[in-house]
């Protein structure tokens, strides 16, 4: 598998080759969700919709529980998540809370980007992390 | 013929957006974003270009995993406001300008940018709030539109430096249309952010700043950055921010710079805009 020189940015997802590939499905499912007809077949029963889709059974888990920082693990871009939270009706920095490590409550993320956001020193590499 | 009279950098937030739909402009988080756009919208009542091209992102909207080519131009005579998950916003139809979206196409396509063409097309967020940003809400939008849409969100994306070549070429290309239209070009998306991810919510007011003041008066400098720069600095969707060169590329070297504005947070974003208008 090719190496990218990204791939020392922590907690970070990149829509590449290897998460196009893995997460296919999953985010087409997704993307679904912006035709209104697709929302309330899918709120009607989301199991039954999901089975519409190739998703692995991890995918499909994640989805029902959303876990959405697993879904990305999965291979979903957050762009085509997004399309999730919204249909929850659920602001995005639910989902954008639910990601973060450690996990924060919407107050939470909120509270910290009125703060001024996550700080960009200490997190530019995995190496630069560790290191504090 | 045709000229290039203005740029504008500004981030496409869709919570900006959904702040003026649902009238929250003047609640304290807003207020404060709303207060820095009134220059901005003073400076576009007074300087309303025949024709604007936008360039922006589509959201796993009208493009997908299916099908996301590098650089899209809307041809068509109208573009519908896109549904994107939460309902089309209540925005004005985009009205094109064929003509002069098919003679740019042209251009570009003969002089080596191979350019796919879209004669259909759904606008999300990426182009709508911008228009919401300059305009505020009006019955009909002010001015014509071409959609340039970019490919940020796959990797590998246009680098940093074909983006400022593009807008090199759509200057030399709107330059040689023979009807006399005034032209504006907006880079949208962007400022640092990242959405996804454990790293979320993180942002970078010393790159954005500095990616602005070489938007001034050193554009080569933002085209010699590399996808992992964006991506690691700025942020995963901090990356939009190449559309802004192509806005870049399209100005004369030198430009004046009308007005800046910087603000944290809007959702998960570092709020950008910039107007830049080429001296003579």
């Known amino acids: ?132 | 013929m045709a000229r290039i009279i203005a740029g504008m950098g500004t981030s496409h937030v869709p919570g900006l957006g959904a702040a003026m739909d649902n009238g929250k402009t003047g609640e304290p988080y807003w207020q404060p974003l709303f207060k820095g756009l009134e220059p901005v919208r003073a400076w576009h009542k007074d300087n309303i270009p025949d024709v604007t091209i936008i360039v922006y992102n589509d959201h796993a909207t009208s493009y997908s995993l299916d099908n996301y080519s590098t650089f899209t131009m809307g041809v068509a005579e109208e573009f519908i406001p896109a549904d994107e998950g939460w309902g089309p916003r209540q925005v004005p139809m985009v009205m094109g300008h064929p003509e002069l979206a098919w003679h740019i196409t042209e251009n570009l396509i003969l002089n080596e940018f191979d350019m796919a063409v879209a004669g259909s097309l759904e606008v999300d967020h990426g182009l709508t709030v911008p228009l919401s940003v300059a305009y505020d809400q009006p019955d009909v939008w002010p001015t014509k539109v071409i959609p340039l849409c970019v490919n940020v969100i796959q990797y590998p994306q246009p680098t940093p430096l074909r983006c400022y070549k593009l807008g090199q070429a759509i200057r030399r290309a709107v330059e040689s249309f023979p009807e006399d239209l005034s032209v504006g070009i907006w880079g949208t998306g962007g400022m640092s952010h990242q959405l996804g991810g454990e790293r979320a919510g993180v942002l970078n007011p010393e790159f954005d700043t500095a990616f602005m003041n070489n938007l001034v008066s050193d554009p080569a400098a933002n085209t010699r950055l590399t996808h992992t720069d964006f991506i690691r600095e700025a942020g995963c969707e901090g990356i939009e921010m190449i559309m802004w060169n192509v806005m870049r590329g399209a100005l004369n070297d030198n430009v004046n710079e009308i007005y800046r504005f910087y603000h944290i947070p809007v959702s998960a974003t570092a709020y950008g805009a910039i107007i830049l208008e080429n001296t003579d």
Not at chain 1, 98 to 111: G, N, R
């Open chain 1, 1 to 132: 598998m090719t190496v990218r020189d990204y791939d020392d940015v922590p907690g970070t997802y990149v829509l590449d080759s290897r998460n196009y590939r893995k997460g296919y499905h999953l985010n087409m499912f997704l993307m679904s969700l912006n035709k209104s007809e697709a929302r309330a077949a899918f709120a009607a029963d989301e199991t039954a919709y999901l089975q519409t889709y190739k998703l692995t059974e991890e995918q499909r888990q994640a989805v029902l529980d959303r876990e959405y920082l697993r879904m990305l693990q999965l291979g979903a871009n957050v762009y085509y998540a997004f399309k999730l939270v919204s249909h929850d009706k659920q602001p995005p920095q639910v989902m954008y809370g639910k990601m973060a490590q450690p996990a924060m409550s919407f107050d939470e993320f909120q509270a910290m980007m009125m703060a001024g956001g996550r700080p960009i020193d200490g997190n530019r590499s995995k190496k630069e992390q560790q290191n504090g």
